[in-house]
């Protein structure tokens, strides 16, 4: 799997955010939605915008695809103006909405596919075959001709990704693609985006809470709050910016509470949680205490050590750790570049 580092400028990139700024409504009721935004995304990449409700990224995502007029910055896609020129970037992008809103469920799947084929210019007898393939490759050969409101949440999800993807555009954004899927329909999803961009080179930006998607996906993740951008960086460096020494223990028997107290001043011990016979719970060793020392502090009290193994943290965490607390301005790319 090609990862790409956020560093990486050697390419020109297909779109480039700069200053970008949405407020809506006016004097105190102003919303600051976007706040300033830059960034610069290569091709070729998978980019995730993640962030809290209301943080702004339906917001930024619909002023780069020409939705919402921006307030103040710039847009440029594959090079070109994307405010004035919403005509011409129209052909280098493709969205998938939130709840397939962008599919009409009164045409059948096929209508459908061919009609987003022929906003791109595309003449849809000569791509049937590929329609075909794409119809095929999603499991719905047998809704070839079904409307799409008689499908259920997760066919409408795919019919909507199928017609993102029959126009053939070098960009595609796609907002919640897991919602309503099941895990195999997820599972092939993420194979289908990894394909897109390492075959096909095509950019893909996608706006997720799947943890889990974004992390086996996506090259680089821009994370917002608030309208402003707390970190941006590839999802191995967050993770490794925000590791921590810390450790889960557990232990054959049951602490004195003179014993817990003093590992919760110098380990800060927390968690505590009994299972059966054992008890476990979570250590932090403060720089000049190793974890050697808490181990022999519990020798000391005749305390059994059953295990111990060092906590990794996941994008989960680092998400919740920028997001709900005042931001930590630790990211190597953090703040607006
Ligand atoms: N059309 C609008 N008019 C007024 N305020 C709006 C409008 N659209 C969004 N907002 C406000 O702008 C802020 C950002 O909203 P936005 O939908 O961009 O966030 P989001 O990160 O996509 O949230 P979510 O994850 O809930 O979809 C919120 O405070 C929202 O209430």
Not at 2 to 8: F, K, N, P, V, Y
Not at 244 to 271: C, D, F, I, M
Not at 305 to 326: H, K, R
Request: include cysteine.
């Amino acid at each position: 799997m090609a990862r790409h580092s956020s560093a990486e400028t050697a390419v020109d990139p297909v779109i480039s955010v700069r200053d970008l700024t949405k407020v809506y409504g006016q004097g105190d009721a102003a919303v600051r939605a976007v706040d300033g935004v830059s960034f610069d995304i290569s091709p070729g990449t998978v980019v995730g915008v993640l962030g809290p409700n209301g943080a702004g990224k339906t917001s930024a995502i619909k002023m780069m695809l020409g939705l919402v007029t921006p307030t103040a910055g710039d847009v440029r896609i594959a090079g070109t103006d994307a405010l004035s020129n919403t005509t011409a970037i129209y052909r280098h992008v493709g969205a998938m909405l939130e709840g397939a809103r962008n599919v009409y469920w009164r045409l059948t799947v096929r209508e459908n596919v061919e009609f987003f084929a022929s906003l791109s210019g595309f003449d849809p007898r000569r791509t049937a075959d590929y329609h075909d393939a794409l119809i095929e490759r999603y499991g719905l050969e047998d809704k070839a001709d079904t409307p799409v409101r008689e499908l259920s949440r997760g066919m409408k999800q795919k019919v909507s990704l199928i017609c993102t993807l029959a126009r053939r555009t070098d960009v595609i954004f796609l907002d919640e693609p897991t919602l309503g899927l099941d895990v195999e329909t997820s599972l092939d999803l993420r194979r289908e985006i990894r394909r897109l961009t390492d075959d096909r080179s095509m950019t893909v930006v996608l706006s997720s809470h799947d943890m889990d998607l974004v992390e086996a996906v996506c090259d680089r993740v821009i994370i917002v709050r608030a309208g402003r951008i707390v970190a941006d960086d590839t999802v191995e460096n967050l993770v490794e910016l925000f590791r921590t020494q810390a450790y889960q223990l557990t232990v054959g028997s049951p602490l004195s509470e003179a014993a817990k107290g003093r590992l919760e001043h110098r380990y800060n011990a927390q968690g505590w949680e009994r299972i059966g016979e054992h008890v476990r719970f979570e250590a932090t060793p403060r720089s000049d205490d190793s974890v050697y020392t808490l181990v022999d502090e519990l020798q000391r009290e005749a305390v059994p050590l059953v295990s111990i193994q060092s906590l990794q943290p996941d994008l989960e965490n680092v998400f919740l750790e920028l997001t709900t607390e005042a931001a930590r301005p630790k990211t190597q790319n953090g703040g607006e570049r």
